[in-house]
């Protein structure tokens, strides 16, 4: 189906939004999730000190926009949960090491979606999706504290409200992985600064994804990366001019649709005067 007002193309084939594209992998990985099972296998493969294989025989959930410490605790109506592991010293939250620096956070942020996850008995799996837009260090950082404390921290607490003793209690492996073009991909793998890749376990490429499940909307997606690459070549702009012009073209482009619909709505009013008259 196309649509006409769209210049004959689909919503589907215009959107820049990751949600699209990671609820479309959420219902091929349910339909069949043995290609990313694959794809899993190459990229941790790759990284000898993953100490997790994905098993082509085991039983996987898929999930998609999973609010993961938020639905766990209200699904078994545990309330404080900071009464039961200990209360924050202040009411910004509590002070939890990660690697070599302190964060101030409440435990278990409520609010904290994972674009897909996969669920197994000994792993599960976090997918961090990007389109045309880049990670930032503060997403960066909220998945290293998930990995290194939080997931394990809230089956732990979850395990121990529910009277379950600790030596009974079976950790699944947190792993993180980085879903992305194919063109930011080999951007990040060319740059002196490997901080980024650094942080997930593994990457795959919407492209590796379109190759796994022939979806063209994965080849969309791959897509992205490479046209805004390839717009701030053209013009010969700097990687950090390039967000602030895309921002002043959009404002530019706004007033211009603004001045148009005010000029339409003078028209119209002027029309209906003259009617009614």
């Given at each position: 189906?196309?649509?006409?007002?769209l210049?004959?193309?689909?919503?589907?084939?215009?959107?820049?939004?990751?949600?699209?594209?990671?609820?479309?992998?959420?219902l091929e990985?349910?339909?069949?999730?043995y290609?990313?099972?694959?794809?899993?296998?190459k990229?941790?493969?790759a990284?000898?000190?993953?100490c997790?294989?994905?098993?082509?025989?085991?039983?996987?959930?898929?999930g998609?926009?999973?609010?993961?410490?938020?639905?766990?605790?209200?699904?078994w109506?545990?309330?404080e949960?900071?009464?039961?592991?200990?209360?924050?010293?202040?009411?910004?939250?509590?002070?939890?090491?990660?690697?070599?620096?302190?964060?101030s956070?409440?435990?278990?942020?409520?609010?904290?979606?994972f674009?897909l996850?996969?669920?197994s008995?000994?792993?599960?799996?976090?997918f961090e999706?990007?389109?045309?837009?880049?990670?930032?260090?503060?997403?960066?950082?909220?998945?290293?504290?998930?990995k290194q404390?939080?997931?394990?921290?809230?089956l732990?607490?979850?395990a121990?409200?529910?009277?379950?003793?600790?030596?009974?209690?079976?950790?699944?492996?947190?792993?993180?992985?980085?879903l992305?073009?194919?063109?930011y991909?080999?951007?990040?793998?060319?740059?002196?600064?490997?901080?980024?890749?650094?942080?997930?376990?593994?990457?795959?490429?919407?492209?590796?994804?379109?190759?796994?499940?022939?979806?063209?909307?994965?080849?969309?997606?791959d897509?992205l990366?490479?046209?805004?690459?390839?717009f701030?070549?053209?013009?010969?702009?700097?990687?950090?001019?390039?967000?602030n012009?895309?921002?002043?073209e959009?404002?530019?482009?706004?007033?211009?649709?603004?001045?148009?619909?005010?000029?339409?709505?003078?028209?119209?009013?002027?029309?209906?005067?003259?009617?009614?008259?």
């Amino acid at each position: 189906m196309s649509l006409s007002y769209l210049n004959n193309r689909t919503w589907a084939t215009i959107s820049r939004e990751e949600r699209v594209y990671c609820a479309e992998l959420y219902l091929e990985m349910r339909h069949d999730v043995y290609p990313m099972i694959s794809l899993l296998n190459k990229t941790l493969g790759a990284k000898p000190s993953i100490c997790v294989e994905p098993k082509e025989d085991a039983q996987w959930e898929a999930g998609y926009e999973v609010c993961f410490y938020r639905d766990i605790f209200a699904e078994w109506q545990i309330g404080e949960i900071n009464k039961m592991i200990g209360t924050p010293a202040s009411s910004e939250g509590a002070t939890v090491l990660v690697g070599s620096s302190q964060r101030s956070r409440q435990f278990f942020p409520q609010k904290r979606t994972f674009d897909l996850c996969l669920f197994s008995e000994d792993a599960i799996i976090v997918f961090e999706a990007k389109a045309h837009q880049h990670f930032y260090e503060s997403q960066l950082s909220d998945l290293e504290w998930d990995k290194q404390f939080g997931i394990r921290a809230a089956l732990t607490t979850l395990a121990s409200l529910s009277g379950r003793i600790e030596q009974d209690v079976h950790l699944p492996v947190p792993v993180v992985i980085g879903l992305m073009s194919s063109s930011y991909y080999n951007e990040l793998v060319d740059t002196e600064d490997k901080s980024i890749l650094d942080r997930f376990d593994g990457c795959i490429t919407w492209e590796e994804l379109y190759e796994a499940y022939k979806n063209a909307l994965f080849r969309r997606a791959d897509k992205l990366g490479i046209e805004k690459e390839t717009f701030r070549t053209e013009r010969g702009l700097a990687k950090n001019d390039y967000r602030n012009t895309i921002q002043r073209e959009r404002e530019e482009a706004c007033c211009l649709i603004e001045r148009e619909l005010k000029d339409d709505r003078l028209k119209w009013r002027r029309k209906l005067t003259d009617t009614h008259l």
